[in-house]
């Protein structure tokens, strides 16, 4: 076989630059690369590659050489994607190269790998992958032809088109799992369980922040582990009402750091709230990491890692030390969800989470209340508009049509109605005050009214009867009321709506309200068929 000799001699024969045992990636961070396992500098997952499963010498040699091109040149992450591709679909266990010395009996093996590959790739759709393997031949048979890569198959190669992958497929495919949620069954159970959410763990406070930045921002989960606490600033002038900005670093920007470039993004009130609580939890953290027997402190990220950010250790990239990876944000999110058991109501399982679902559903709904396009990539922090298109083209399918078995099969598993159903006014809290009797109106008709129920709160209302009352815990309804009627006119009504103003949200403002109307139906059925 070919052993490191040979390479040596071949390295000085042909007068080429030898393996580097150390070198400076594109962002200006030392790698080690002097043995078989390379550790990255990046923060926000594993990455660590692994050449000793390469093999012959060769063309490890040649990956190495690949690689190390990628990680000064291009980027940090292109380098380690092009490791992990190569070896996943060339060197892999299923194709395995002779142990010999014969380069020329290797080179016809590897060339056999990539046509099998390529029949069989193309075969079942999936070509794109093979796009970083074929641009690691092509490289190779012009940098290293003599280590067994042939310049004729590499023309063939890079005549052939390759698509660098499929893009908003999940999306345009309306993916149950992976795609955008449903905006009137699953999105709703998320929020709901927001709002009633009184988790007083460190890691439920972590949770909440990651789901409102995710629901409000769309921004990618890398996004979030860069932020640190200093990025959440109130930028009004002392004596002024509060005005709060949050600084999200931008991780798609060619930027040597992701910290190079901050966008300001303004917030409402909630996610005030919860980002402020996240901090003042954080002060009973310390981020303290010993170097060279110091303590040293380290800048706290707004998400803070508990262990400790092993990769940022071991690169000496230690201000990153308590920095999350980004599977670390997806664990928070789907915590979330099996902590309040969300079931998705078109599933029957627990509610698919992740932040790239989060993204697609905040910009398949932006889309459909017609937001621009140029307005949607500066939301989604694209630097054009080429990858927004396929938001546009499900627009139309985001907000759905309702009708009345729709809305009674999903009312149970949304569970809007919190109130009680009563059987007259003496079983209910103010039933002998007239004030506090409800009365639905048809606004379509208003001599079309019917009694609903009766209000148990005991001070004033500043609710919107009757609508925000079947959402309300003090609502107590009739059992015998005709809520079927309500529930025909509300559905009307949302109809009506969606016709008049297209893909507009005015429509779906009445999705909470008719879900929990139609689980009142349910609920009086049930007492009344036990009664």
């Not at 550790?39 to 190390?68: C, D, G, M, R």
């Not at 979330?336 to 679902?357: A, C, E, G, M, N």
């Not at 049509?401 to 919190?418: N, Q």
Request: aromatic fraction near 10%; include cysteine; glycine fraction near 4%.
């Amino acid at each position: 076989m070919v052993g490191n000799a040979d390479i040596e001699v071949m390295v000085d024969q042909f007068g080429w630059l030898g393996i580097q045992s150390n070198i400076i990636s594109r962002e200006g961070h030392s790698v080690d690369t002097s043995g078989e396992i390379w550790v990255l500098p990046q923060i926000t997952h594993h990455a660590k590659l692994n050449f000793e499963a390469i093999s012959p010498l060769n063309y490890k040699w040649a990956l190495k050489k690949y690689v190390q091109e990628k990680i000064q040149y291009t980027s940090t992450s292109e380098g380690e994607q092009a490791f992990n591709h190569v070896k996943q679909h060339i060197f892999n266990a299923h194709h395995q190269l002779s142990e010999t010395n014969d380069i020329s009996q290797n080179s016809h093996e590897l060339i056999k790998i990539f046509e099998n590959r390529i029949s069989d790739y193309r075969a079942r759709h999936i070509f794109d992958r093979l796009y970083r393997s074929v641009k690691w031949y092509i490289w190779c048979a012009e940098e290293y032809p003599e280590l067994g890569f042939d310049a004729s198959y590499a023309l063939e190669l890079n005549s052939m088109s390759i698509p660098r992958g499929p893009r908003g497929e999940a999306v345009r495919m309306n993916d149950p799992n992976h795609g955008p949620l449903h905006k009137s069954l699953e999105v709703p159970l998320l929020l709901k369980a927001l709002k009633e959410d009184t988790g007083k763990k460190f890691s439920h406070f972590q949770e909440r922040a990651a789901l409102t930045l995710s629901l409000a921002f769309g921004r990618n989960a890398a996004n979030l582990v860069y932020l640190q606490e200093s990025d959440f600033k109130n930028i009004s002038p002392p004596g002024t009402p509060p005005c709060f900005i949050i600084s999200m670093p931008r991780i798609k920007k060619g930027m040597l750091s992701p910290r190079d470039d901050l966008l300001d993004e303004y917030l409402d009130d909630n996610l005030v709230k919860y980002i402020s609580e996240l901090i003042i939890e954080n002060k009973k953290k310390t981020c303290t990491l010993q170097i060279n027997k110091k303590n040293v402190s380290i800048d706290k990220p707004l998400f803070i890692k508990q262990l400790s950010n092993s990769m940022a250790i071991e690169s000496k990239r230690y201000q990153f030390a308590f920095n999350m990876y980004s599977s670390d944000i997806l664990k928070l999110l789907r915590d979330f969800v099996k902590r309040h058991r969300i079931i998705s109501p078109i599933t029957k399982r627990l509610l698919s989470i992740s932040v790239r679902r989060l993204r697609y559903t905040l910009a398949t709904g932006l889309a459909a209340e017609g937001v621009s396009m140029r307005e949607l990539a500066r939301i989604l922090d694209h630097s054009d508009t080429q990858h927004v298109f396929v938001y546009f083209e499900m627009a139309g399918r985001v907000i759905e049509h309702l009708d009345k078995a729709t809305a009674k099969k999903f009312s149970s598993y949304l569970g809007f109605f919190k109130g009680k159903v009563i059987e007259n006014d003496k079983a209910a809290i103010n039933g002998c005050r007239e004030d506090k009797h409800l009365s639905f109106i048809n606004e379509d008709s208003p001599l079309d009214q019917l009694e609903i129920g009766i209000c148990g709160e005991s001070s004033i209302c500043h609710l919107d009867p009757p609508f925000s009352c079947y959402l309300c815990p003090k609502f107590q309804p009739y059992r015998y009321a005709d809520h079927e009627h309500v529930l025909e006119c509300l559905l009307q009504s949302r109809e009506e709506k969606l016709e008049k103003y297209e893909q507009s949200r005015l429509g779906i403002q009445l999705d909470e309200v008719i879900f929990s109307v139609a689980q009142v139906i349910k609920i009086c059925k049930a007492e009344t068929e036990n009664a």
